[in-house]
């Protein structure tokens, strides 16, 4: 363990084997930190902040401060961060609002500079997170996606596994699995083919993807009838049936938390 000279650390924060502390570096009461972490000059963990193992904090990063919430009155909440992130310079997770409740981010996870979480926010593993984005309240971000610099996320949105969110795009409602977004108004510009080729999705399960995305949102029936006539060529699988089951939630007018497991 390496903690620098300038750096305070409460004797009631838990720092696990090989971590390094910077210079100017505030751990406070009841923060705990992970086997060989890294933690980066005038970073804040505050209380009730867990982070896993081998994660990198840049310069300025505070993790754990009061959500920005009128209906926060100081109840305990939790942040906590799984293994292997990397958090760039002035990055901002708040805790929760309500007793008990989480702000969660979890493995692998790459969140770039000034980029920000806010209170009771789930995000998935594997994730890219670009600078300047802004993740209001109760959203969820499912695995990895993507999201380009400047991008805003209203409260209660959720965004679907290995979408691609395009820079400067105000994210204004829901935005099913493998599918890019961009713009203000947001738009929908097909499957994100890169991404899902990137992650190990083969040509087949592209095309049904694809031909799904077509029939339910440039076909001539409603969302319902094209969601029956996909399934009656049979029973949608894989990415395709948690691309229609993910619309159907937002058919039924569910937004927030869509079942993620983190």
């Known amino acids: 363990m390496s903690i620098h000279p300038t750096a305070f650390v409460a004797p009631e924060a838990e720092l696990g084997e090989g971590v390094q502390v910077g210079p100017f570096v505030v751990i406070e009461a009841g923060a705990r ?14 209380p009730w902040a867990t982070l896993g193992s081998d994660n990198f904090l840049d310069v300025g990063v505070v993790l754990g401060a009061e959500p920005q919430d009128a209906k926060f ?3 305990e909440s939790f942040v906590r961060i799984g293994d292997r992130n990397k958090l760039r310079e002035y990055v901002t997770i708040h805790r929760a609002t309500g007793e008990g409740e989480t702000t969660a981010l979890g493995s692998d996870n790459f969140m770039m500079a000034y980029s920000h979480l806010g209170h009771n926010t789930v995000v998935g593993d594997g994730t890219m997170i670009g600078s300047f984005v802004g993740v ?3 959203c969820t971000i499912e695995d990895r996606v993507n999201m380009g610099g400047f991008v805003g996320v209203h409260q209660y949105s959720s965004i679907g596994t290995m979408a691609m969110v395009g820079g ?9 699995p493998c ?5 203000v108004p947001m738009q929908f510009h097909g499957i994100n083919v890169i991404g899902l080729r990137r992650n190990g ?12 995305f077509k029939a339910i949102y440039h076909g001539e ?9 996909i399934r009656a060529r049979g029973e949608p699988a894989g990415l395709v049936r948690r691309f229609i089951e993910f619309i159907e939630r937002i058919e039924r ?3 927030g938390r869509q079942n993620n497991p983190h």
């Open 33 to 46: 930190v992970g086997d060989r972490c890294r933690i980066g000059p005038h970073c804040v963990i505050k």
């Open 73 to 75: 009155q100081g109840e």
């Open 253 to 255: 007018g569910y937004r």
């Open 136 to 138: 209001g309240g109760h």
């Open 201 to 212: 999705v083969g040509a087949e399960e592209r095309q049904a993807l694809h031909a799904a």
């Open 221 to 229: 029936m409603n969302t319902s009838e094209a969601i029956a006539a």
């Open 179 to 183: 599918l890019i977004v961009q713009g």
């Open 168 to 176: 400067m795009t105000a994210v204004n409602r829901d935005v099913p």
